[in-house]
């Protein structure tokens, strides 16, 4: 199996810090070494989940931002093959430095301008840890149109472990993250709270999911195959999602 390193560093222009903060992380060292466990990450849940090389299936990297997981990923196999974001600044960065990937500025809201049925496997990174139930939903709805049937879907969320952090650390608990309890997560299974200065057109903030929610809500849309508690950034939990036949 091809390993995957930080050598994808040589063959890009690593983005501004001001831009690497669209991933929260504006220290160069630490967005490599995210990117690099990343993409680990992400190609060993592909080929395992689906059983094929990641270089035989159809892939989109949805809410790439500046290329965190895709730049590896490209490196190395040529990875995924279609980028989208809502933010046109961190496309126009990422464009020339993934050459071969279309990577295509997209509305906040669905749909994508993608035909149904589109892809065999949709990755996305920090993106439903953003997104109010609403949103939620439509774009669980949007991934599933666009995926052929058996296609598998990788979505990021977080759970315990980032809702600890969030009420320690000062910029989340002063959004009102202090005040959320496990147990509040435990019963509502979803808590959204909004960020004031968010980026993007509609309504952003931090989303915390419970796995139990997750495999009764989520599985209406697609097959919940498992959770990954943790799997992504130490913190964040993969969920593995299959479109029923
Ligand atoms: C925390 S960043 C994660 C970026 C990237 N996945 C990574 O891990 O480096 C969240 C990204 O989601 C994008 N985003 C938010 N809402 C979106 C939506 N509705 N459609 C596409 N991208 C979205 C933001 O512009 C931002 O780049």
Same mark, same amino acid.
């Not at 903060?21 to 849940?45: D, P």
């Not at 961190?90 to 589109?118: H, N």
């Not at 959770?227 to 479109?243: E, F, H, W």
């Given at each position: ?18 831009n690497?903060m ?13 990117g ?9 849940a592909?080929?395992?989940?689906t059983?094929?090389?990641?270089t ?18 490209y ?11 809502v ?12 050459p071969?990937?279309a990577?295509?500025?997209?509305? *906040?809201?669905p ?7 589109a ?9 439903w ?24 879907? *990788? ?5 315990y ?8 650390h000062?910029v989340?608990?002063?959004? #009102? ?10 019963e509502q299974? *979803? ?6 200065s968010?980026? #993007?057109?509609g309504?952003?903030?931090?989303a ?9 809500e989520w ?11 943790g799997?992504?950034?130490g913190?964040?939990?993969?969920n593995?999602l299959?479109?029923?036949?």
């Amino acid at each position: 199996m091809t390993e995957i390193t930080d050598a994808w560093v040589k063959a890009v222009e690593l983005p501004e810090p001001g831009n690497m903060m669209e991933t929260h992380e504006n220290r160069e060292h630490v967005f490599v070494r995210q990117g690099t466990n990343m993409a680990r990450t992400i190609h060993e849940a592909i080929e395992t989940y689906t059983g094929k090389p990641i270089t035989d299936q159809r892939i989109l990297d949805f809410g790439c931002g500046v290329g965190r997981v895709a730049m590896p990923l490209y490196h190395f196999f040529r990875k995924p093959d279609v980028c989208v974001d809502v933010d046109p600044k961190a496309i126009r960065y990422l464009r020339p430095q993934i050459p071969d990937v279309a990577c295509r500025v997209t509305k *906040f809201d669905p749909p994508l301008p993608f035909r149904d049925r589109a892809f065999d496997v949709v990755f996305s990174v920090s993106i439903w840890t953003h997104l109010n139930a609403e949103s939620a939903e439509a774009w669980l709805t949007e991934i599933t149109r666009i995926l052929r049937p058996g296609g598998y879907a *990788f979505l990021t969320t977080s759970s315990y472990t980032m809702l600890q952090l969030r009420r320690s650390h000062f910029v989340t608990a002063n959004l #009102g993250w202090d005040k959320v309890t496990d147990d509040m997560l435990r019963e509502q299974g *979803f808590i959204f709270l909004e960020t004031p200065s968010a980026p #993007g057109t509609g309504t952003y903030g931090l989303a915390s999911h419970d796995p139990e929610y997750i495999r009764r809500e989520w599985s209406r849309h697609m097959d919940v195959v498992d959770i990954l508690p943790g799997a992504i950034l130490g913190g964040q939990d993969m969920n593995v999602l299959r479109k029923r036949a």
